[in-house]
T-cell receptor, first 113, second 108 residues
Framework: NAGVTQTPKFRVLKTGQSMTLLCAQDMNHEYMYWYRQDPGMGLRLIHYSVGEGTTAKGEVPDGYNVSRLKKQNFLLGLESAAPSQTSVYFC????????????FGPGTRLTVL | QKEVEQDPGPLSVPEGAIVSLNCTYS??????FMWYRQYSRKGPELLMYTYSSGNKEDGRFTAQVDKSSKYISLFIRDSQPSDSATYLC????????FGKGTLLTVNP
Protein backbone atom coordinates (compact mmCIF):
# COMPACT_ATOMS: atom_id res chain seq x y z
CA ASN A 1 0.00 0.00 0.00
CA ALA A 2 1.94 3.01 -1.30
CA GLY A 3 -0.56 5.67 -0.15
CA VAL A 4 -0.17 8.89 -2.14
CA THR A 5 2.68 9.09 -4.62
CA GLN A 6 3.84 12.03 -6.72
CA THR A 7 5.87 12.14 -9.92
CA PRO A 8 8.38 13.68 -10.44
CA LYS A 9 10.10 14.52 -7.13
CA PHE A 10 12.11 17.39 -8.59
CA ARG A 11 11.93 19.42 -11.77
CA VAL A 12 13.54 22.52 -13.20
CA LEU A 13 11.73 24.36 -15.98
CA LYS A 14 12.44 27.40 -18.06
CA THR A 15 9.87 30.19 -18.23
CA GLY A 16 7.20 29.33 -20.77
CA GLN A 17 7.71 25.56 -20.68
CA SER A 18 4.87 23.25 -19.81
CA MET A 19 4.73 20.19 -17.60
CA THR A 20 2.34 17.84 -15.83
CA LEU A 21 2.62 16.65 -12.26
CA LEU A 22 1.10 13.26 -11.55
CA CYS A 23 -0.53 12.23 -8.29
CA ALA A 24 -1.65 8.66 -7.67
CA GLN A 25 -3.39 7.11 -4.67
CA ASP A 26 -4.20 3.48 -4.00
CA MET A 27 -6.66 3.99 -1.13
CA ASN A 28 -9.78 4.32 -3.32
CA HIS A 29 -10.29 7.87 -2.04
CA GLU A 30 -12.99 10.04 -3.53
CA TYR A 31 -11.40 13.41 -2.84
CA MET A 32 -8.06 14.60 -4.18
CA TYR A 33 -6.28 17.92 -3.80
CA TRP A 34 -3.34 19.91 -5.14
CA TYR A 35 -1.59 22.39 -2.84
CA ARG A 36 1.43 24.59 -3.17
CA GLN A 37 3.61 25.46 -0.20
CA ASP A 38 5.74 28.58 -0.15
CA PRO A 39 7.81 30.09 2.68
CA GLY A 40 5.66 32.36 4.82
CA MET A 41 2.51 31.45 2.88
CA GLY A 42 1.69 28.03 4.22
CA LEU A 43 -0.29 25.48 2.22
CA ARG A 44 -2.59 26.97 -0.39
CA LEU A 45 -5.17 24.97 -2.29
CA ILE A 46 -4.82 25.13 -6.07
CA HIS A 47 -7.53 22.76 -7.34
CA TYR A 48 -9.43 19.84 -5.97
CA SER A 49 -11.69 17.00 -7.08
CA VAL A 50 -14.59 15.37 -5.27
CA GLY A 51 -14.76 12.40 -7.61
CA GLU A 52 -13.72 10.93 -10.93
CA GLY A 53 -14.41 13.34 -13.77
CA THR A 54 -14.93 16.37 -11.49
CA THR A 55 -12.62 19.26 -10.67
CA ALA A 56 -13.01 22.59 -8.89
CA LYS A 57 -10.94 25.70 -8.27
CA GLY A 58 -9.26 26.32 -4.98
CA GLU A 59 -7.65 29.41 -3.52
CA VAL A 60 -4.92 29.97 -6.14
CA PRO A 61 -5.99 28.30 -9.43
CA ASP A 62 -4.60 30.77 -11.98
CA GLY A 63 -1.94 29.32 -14.27
CA TYR A 64 -2.85 25.72 -13.48
CA ASN A 65 -5.19 23.13 -14.95
CA VAL A 66 -6.18 19.74 -13.59
CA SER A 67 -7.81 16.54 -14.71
CA ARG A 68 -9.25 13.54 -12.90
CA LEU A 69 -9.93 11.00 -15.64
CA LYS A 70 -9.36 8.06 -13.31
CA LYS A 71 -10.34 7.89 -9.66
CA GLN A 72 -6.82 7.04 -8.54
CA ASN A 73 -5.03 9.79 -10.49
CA PHE A 74 -5.09 13.58 -10.30
CA LEU A 75 -2.96 15.54 -12.75
CA LEU A 76 -1.79 19.12 -12.34
CA GLY A 77 -0.70 20.94 -15.48
CA LEU A 78 1.29 24.10 -16.00
CA GLU A 79 0.75 25.29 -19.55
CA SER A 80 3.29 28.12 -19.52
CA ALA A 81 5.45 28.08 -16.43
CA ALA A 82 6.38 31.33 -14.67
CA PRO A 83 8.99 31.99 -11.96
CA SER A 84 6.10 32.73 -9.55
CA GLN A 85 5.18 29.05 -9.83
CA THR A 86 8.45 27.99 -8.20
CA SER A 87 7.19 26.10 -5.19
CA VAL A 88 6.75 22.75 -3.51
CA TYR A 89 3.60 21.03 -4.72
CA PHE A 90 1.73 18.55 -2.56
CA CYS A 91 -1.05 16.23 -3.55
CA UNK A 92 -3.46 14.88 -0.96
CA UNK A 93 -6.43 12.55 -0.88
CA UNK A 94 -9.15 11.53 1.53
CA UNK A 95 -12.21 9.36 1.69
CA UNK A 96 -15.66 10.89 1.32
CA UNK A 97 -17.76 12.07 4.25
CA UNK A 98 -17.85 15.10 6.47
CA UNK A 99 -14.50 14.40 7.97
CA UNK A 100 -11.78 12.01 7.02
CA UNK A 101 -8.04 12.28 7.35
CA UNK A 102 -6.31 13.90 4.41
CA UNK A 103 -3.20 11.95 3.35
CA PHE A 104 -0.38 13.84 1.69
CA GLY A 105 2.17 12.80 -0.87
CA PRO A 106 5.91 13.50 -0.49
CA GLY A 107 5.85 16.61 -2.66
CA THR A 108 7.35 17.82 -5.93
CA ARG A 109 9.94 20.57 -5.84
CA LEU A 110 9.55 22.74 -8.93
CA THR A 111 11.90 25.52 -9.92
CA VAL A 112 11.05 27.81 -12.82
CA LEU A 113 13.99 29.81 -14.13
CA GLN B 1 -8.51 39.09 8.95
CA LYS B 2 -7.30 35.68 7.80
CA GLU B 3 -9.49 32.72 8.67
CA VAL B 4 -6.68 30.95 10.55
CA GLU B 5 -3.77 32.68 12.25
CA GLN B 6 -0.68 30.84 13.45
CA ASP B 7 2.57 32.29 14.73
CA PRO B 8 5.30 31.01 12.38
CA GLY B 9 7.98 31.06 15.05
CA PRO B 10 10.62 29.75 14.88
CA LEU B 11 10.41 28.22 18.32
CA SER B 12 13.51 26.68 19.89
CA VAL B 13 13.35 24.74 23.17
CA PRO B 14 15.62 22.42 25.15
CA GLU B 15 14.89 18.71 25.27
CA GLY B 16 12.36 17.88 27.94
CA ALA B 17 10.56 21.23 27.77
CA ILE B 18 6.80 21.61 27.48
CA VAL B 19 5.88 23.14 24.13
CA SER B 20 2.73 25.12 23.46
CA LEU B 21 1.62 25.77 19.88
CA ASN B 22 -1.44 27.88 19.15
CA CYS B 23 -3.83 29.00 16.45
CA THR B 24 -6.73 31.40 16.39
CA TYR B 25 -9.54 31.42 13.88
CA SER B 26 -12.33 33.72 12.85
CA UNK B 27 -14.88 31.41 11.20
CA UNK B 28 -17.29 29.98 13.77
CA UNK B 29 -18.42 27.40 11.19
CA UNK B 30 -15.25 25.38 11.62
CA UNK B 31 -16.19 22.00 13.06
CA UNK B 32 -13.10 19.78 13.04
CA PHE B 33 -9.70 20.87 14.25
CA MET B 34 -6.47 19.16 13.38
CA TRP B 35 -2.76 19.33 13.93
CA TYR B 36 -0.41 18.17 11.21
CA ARG B 37 3.30 17.59 11.62
CA GLN B 38 5.66 18.16 8.71
CA TYR B 39 9.26 17.07 8.80
CA SER B 40 11.74 18.85 6.57
CA ARG B 41 11.28 17.97 2.90
CA LYS B 42 8.32 15.69 3.64
CA GLY B 43 4.57 15.92 3.26
CA PRO B 44 2.37 16.84 6.25
CA GLU B 45 0.99 13.98 8.32
CA LEU B 46 -1.96 14.07 10.68
CA LEU B 47 -0.95 14.16 14.32
CA MET B 48 -4.26 14.73 16.11
CA TYR B 49 -7.80 15.87 15.47
CA THR B 50 -10.69 16.95 17.66
CA TYR B 51 -14.32 17.70 16.98
CA SER B 52 -15.59 19.53 20.04
CA SER B 53 -14.29 21.92 22.63
CA GLY B 54 -12.12 20.36 25.31
CA ASN B 55 -8.93 18.34 25.51
CA LYS B 56 -7.76 15.25 23.69
CA GLU B 57 -4.62 13.44 24.79
CA ASP B 58 -2.41 11.04 22.86
CA GLY B 59 0.80 10.10 24.61
CA ARG B 60 2.93 13.22 25.05
CA PHE B 61 0.57 15.29 22.89
CA THR B 62 -2.56 17.14 24.03
CA ALA B 63 -4.86 19.03 21.68
CA GLN B 64 -7.10 21.66 23.18
CA VAL B 65 -10.02 23.47 21.54
CA ASP B 66 -11.85 26.48 22.93
CA LYS B 67 -14.65 27.29 20.49
CA SER B 68 -15.92 30.21 22.57
CA SER B 69 -12.56 31.95 22.17
CA LYS B 70 -11.88 30.51 18.70
CA TYR B 71 -8.53 29.26 19.93
CA ILE B 72 -6.81 25.89 19.59
CA SER B 73 -3.59 24.63 21.13
CA LEU B 74 -1.22 21.70 20.89
CA PHE B 75 0.89 20.85 23.92
CA ILE B 76 3.93 18.61 23.73
CA ARG B 77 5.23 17.24 27.03
CA ASP B 78 8.79 16.03 27.53
CA SER B 79 9.74 17.28 24.07
CA GLN B 80 12.31 15.26 22.13
CA PRO B 81 14.69 16.20 19.30
CA SER B 82 12.56 13.94 17.08
CA ASP B 83 9.67 16.40 17.62
CA SER B 84 11.60 19.01 15.61
CA ALA B 85 9.30 19.80 12.68
CA THR B 86 6.81 22.31 11.40
CA TYR B 87 3.39 22.01 13.05
CA LEU B 88 0.36 23.13 11.08
CA CYS B 89 -3.07 23.66 12.53
CA UNK B 90 -5.98 22.97 10.20
CA UNK B 91 -9.74 23.32 10.38
CA UNK B 92 -12.72 22.14 8.38
CA UNK B 93 -16.07 23.65 7.56
CA UNK B 94 -16.62 22.48 3.98
CA UNK B 95 -12.93 22.53 3.15
CA UNK B 96 -9.65 22.18 5.00
CA UNK B 97 -7.98 25.50 5.89
CA PHE B 98 -4.40 25.47 7.17
CA GLY B 99 -2.46 27.82 9.35
CA LYS B 100 0.95 28.82 8.03
CA GLY B 101 2.77 26.48 10.42
CA THR B 102 5.15 26.92 13.35
CA LEU B 103 8.74 25.69 13.00
CA LEU B 104 9.80 23.92 16.20
CA THR B 105 13.36 22.89 17.06
CA VAL B 106 14.03 20.78 20.15
CA ASN B 107 17.68 20.97 21.11
CA PRO B 108 19.40 17.97 22.79
Amino acid sequence: NAGVTQTPKFRVLKTGQSMTLLCAQDMNHEYMYWYRQDPGMGLRLIHYSVGEGTTAKGEVPDGYNVSRLKKQNFLLGLESAAPSQTSVYFCASRAGGSYNEQFFGPGTRLTVL
Amino acid sequence: QKEVEQDPGPLSVPEGAIVSLNCTYSNSAFQYFMWYRQYSRKGPELLMYTYSSGNKEDGRFTAQVDKSSKYISLFIRDSQPSDSATYLCAMINYKLTFGKGTLLTVNP
